[in-house]
């Protein structure tokens, strides 16, 4: 099982920077869980929360104001990429209007990265496995009445680049675990917390977690 460090390893240091990226390659894990968003100066910024602690909208703001307001450096996709080669990165892409720019920044990158795209806006993947040449995953936050409503519309046999499905701990089910895993798909998680959560993980044979703990899933 894969152990991706979410937002890199923070336990010391902020999330989504190059320290906690750094940390999260020390602490030995597989790979790395960002969130990439778009300034309004459009930068591709490594940013989770839509609205920041002060009130103010990431894509409100440019980068060096997103800097200002966080009080510390925030790496863009490009930046994360390139210090940090030999990782597996999962990038989750959080908004629509930076579609494009990512793909550039993402297509620079394919053949010499390791690199799962993911997103729980759907339509966004679509574009994705249609435009490059990399993994791609659907989150997921709810747990579908059966398989087949969840891929609805997806030609995942014509476009195998859709090969992943991250799900939320809260609505993993081992029937669809296991028919997802029979259909081709590799089975990620997101969100256990505790030692017998990720126990539990691993027990439904996950093929990824990604976690904040990630030494605590180096234990069980």
């Given at each position: 099982?894969?152990?991706?460090?979410?937002?890199?390893?923070?336990?010391?240091?902020?999330?989504?920077?190059?320290?906690?990226?750094?940390?999260?390659?020390?602490?030995?894990?597989?790979?790395?869980?960002?969130?990439?968003?778009?300034?309004?100066?459009?930068?591709?910024?490594?940013?989770?929360?839509?609205?920041?602690?002060?009130?103010?909208?990431?894509?409100?703001?440019?980068?060096?104001?997103?800097?200002?307001?966080?009080?510390r450096e925030i790496p863009t996709l490009d930046e994360a990429l390139a210090h940090f080669p030999d990782i597996l990165w999962n990038v989750e892409i959080k908004t629509l209007?930076?579609?494009?720019?990512?793909?550039?920044v993402l297509e620079k990158y394919q053949t010499r990265h390791r690199i799962i795209v993911s997103s729980f806006r759907?339509?966004?993947?679509?574009?994705?496995?249609?435009?490059?040449?990399?993994?791609?995953?659907?989150?997921?936050?709810?747990?579908?009445?059966?398989?087949?409503?969840?891929?609805?519309?997806?030609?995942?046999?014509?476009?195998?680049?859709?090969?992943?499905?991250?799900?939320?701990?809260?609505?993993?089910?081992?029937?669809?675990?296991?028919?997802?895993?029979?259909?081709?798909?590799?089975?990620?998680?997101?969100?256990?917390?505790?030692?017998?959560?990720?126990?539990?993980?691993?027990?439904?044979?996950?093929?990824?977690?990604?976690?904040?703990?990630?030494?605590?899933?180096?234990?069980?």
């Open positions: 099982m894969l152990i991706l460090a979410h937002r890199g390893y923070h336990a010391e240091v902020p999330e989504n920077t190059l320290a906690a990226f750094e940390a999260a390659v020390r602490a030995g894990v597989n790979g790395i869980e960002t969130d990439v968003r778009m300034s309004r100066d459009g930068v591709p910024v490594l940013v989770h929360d839509r609205v920041m602690a002060t009130g103010q909208a990431v894509r409100d703001l440019t980068h060096s104001e997103i800097e200002n307001a966080l009080g209007d930076c579609l494009s720019t990512v793909l550039g759907h339509d966004l993947i679509a574009t994705c496995a249609a435009s490059l040449k990399l993994e791609c995953g659907l989150l997921v936050a709810h747990r579908p009445q059966i398989l087949d409503s969840l891929l609805a519309g997806f030609d995942c046999d014509g476009n195998a680049r859709i090969n992943h499905l991250v799900w939320d701990y809260n609505v993993l089910d081992d029937a669809l675990l296991k028919q997802a895993a029979t259909n081709g798909f590799r089975n990620f998680v997101y969100g256990p917390i505790t030692r017998a959560e990720h126990e539990e993980c691993r027990e439904l044979d996950m093929d990824g977690v990604i976690t904040d703990y990630p030494l605590l899933m180096q234990e069980v």
